[in-house]
């Protein structure tokens, strides 16, 4: 069981930057892809951002060039680096395994102000 803690998120204005972070428990985590979705309300979580466990990265194209994703595995960790931020960005974002989640943290939340 992966145990999973986001954090980083907070109030920025359109065009700012924030620095997400997961700590995961587990040494499941060395060889699990993971991802960075997002929880908008009223919407469905979404996949934002994934890394495999060789670092290869994939994006949604909503945030593709302006958002990376990277890990440390020695410390058990999953990185978002979001910058040039929008509102349509505002959310609640959560870390987990990609492509088979398990149970959910509580996400932190961005909200970007116009």
């Known amino acids: 069981q992966v145990q999973l803690v986001e954090s980083g998120g907070g109030l920025v204005q359109a065009g700012g930057s924030l620095r997400l972070s997961c700590a995961a428990s587990?040494?499941?985590?060395?060889?699990?892809?993971m991802g960075w979705y997002r929880q908008a309300p009223g919407k469905q979580r979404r996949l934002v951002a994934s890394?495999?466990?060789?670092?290869?990265?994939n994006y949604a194209d909503s945030v593709k060039g302006r958002f990376t994703i990277s890990r440390d595995n020695a410390k058990n960790t999953v990185y978002l680096q979001m910058n040039s931020l929008k509102p349509e960005d505002t959310a609640n974002y959560y870390c987990?395994?990609?492509?088979?989640?398990?149970?959910w943290g509580q996400g932190t939340q961005v909200t970007v102000s116009s």
């Open positions: 587990g040494s499941i985590f060395r060889v699990q892809a």
């Open positions: 890394i495999t466990t060789g670092g290869s990265t």
């Open positions: 987990n395994k990609y492509p088979d989640v398990t149970s």
